[in-house]
């Protein structure tokens, strides 16, 4: 006996998907029945969405850069080389007097983040705070700074966005490889800056911002310093 009645078509593929598409079929954020899983937690979860709720190419496009002398150009590349080799150095003193009296070292969740008041952060500290890091760091028992931990820290990029007065709002890229025993993990995103010149000429740090490209990606521990 045949798979289908005598004079009856039989239905390909084709046809399947049309009859589908013709029911006005969509998959979104949204479920039919009741919520499951992290819907049921958070009604707007979505696979979509972002922190701020905004599509990730509806982000601010970055600003052109300021026409500065090239001098200043050199003296904030140079600042910014100088931050990644005193962090590859471990010379974390250093690094946190580079920032000003009330300087902020901020790393969001998402780049669409623009406060830490009610927003969770991975890092959001000022210079107490860094100064009570490095000192578990630089602990004698700190397990996590034990023998074959190493980091190194690629900057490039450098744009400086604008100047104010004796403020320099600066953008760059950065790539961070950080070695511990046998293990190699990559870090890579941007940085905001926003430095300040003091009567005495120096530059120090109002704000660091530091965007991960893979803040969200699942990591076998946690991260231990400053990127």
């Known amino acids: 006996m045949s798979a289908a009645k005598q004079g009856e078509a039989i239905p390909t593929a084709g046809a399947d998907m049309r009859h589908l598409l013709d029911q006005d079929v969509v998959i979104g954020g949204e479920t039919a029945g009741p919520a499951t899983g992290a819907q049921a937690i958070e009604p707007t979860h979505s696979p979509?969405?972002?922190?701020?709720?905004?599509?990730?190419?509806?982000?601010?496009?970055?600003?052109?850069?300021?026409?500065?002398?090239p001098d200043l150009h050199r003296e904030v590349e140079q600042f910014l080389y100088r931050q990644a080799e005193l962090l590859d150095g471990k010379h974390w003193q250093e690094w946190i007097d580079l920032f000003a009296p009330d300087g902020v070292y901020w790393m969001p969740v998402a780049p669409?983040?623009?406060?830490?008041?009610?927003?969770?952060?991975?890092?959001?500290?000022d210079k107490l705070m860094m100064e009570i890091r490095k000192g578990r760091i630089s602990h004698p028992n700190a397990w996590?700074?034990?023998?074959?931990?190493?980091?190194?820290?690629?900057?490039?990029?450098?744009?400086?966005?604008?100047?104010?007065?004796?403020?320099?709002?600066?953008?760059?890229r950065f790539q961070m490889m950080e070695l511990r025993r046998d293990v190699i993990r990559h870090f890579g995103g941007s940085y905001r800056h926003t430095l300040l010149r003091d009567s005495d000429g120096h530059l120090s740090i109002r704000l660091q911002r530091v965007d991960l490209f893979n803040s969200q990606a699942?990591?076998?521990?946690?991260l231990q310093i400053w990127v």
């Not at 699942?218 to 946690?222: A, G, L, M």
Request: a negative charge; aromatic letters at 8%.
């Open 112 to 125: 669409e983040q623009t406060e830490w008041e009610s927003s969770p952060s991975i890092f959001i500290e």
């Open 144 to 172: 996590s700074q034990a023998p074959q931990w190493e980091t190194s820290h690629l900057v490039s990029h450098v744009t400086i966005e604008s100047t104010e007065g004796s403020t320099i709002t600066v953008r760059s």
């Open 48 to 69: 979509r969405a972002t922190l701020a709720g905004q599509p990730a190419h509806e982000r601010e496009l970055p600003r052109r850069e300021a026409v500065t002398a």
């Open 218 to 222: 699942s990591f076998d521990y946690v």
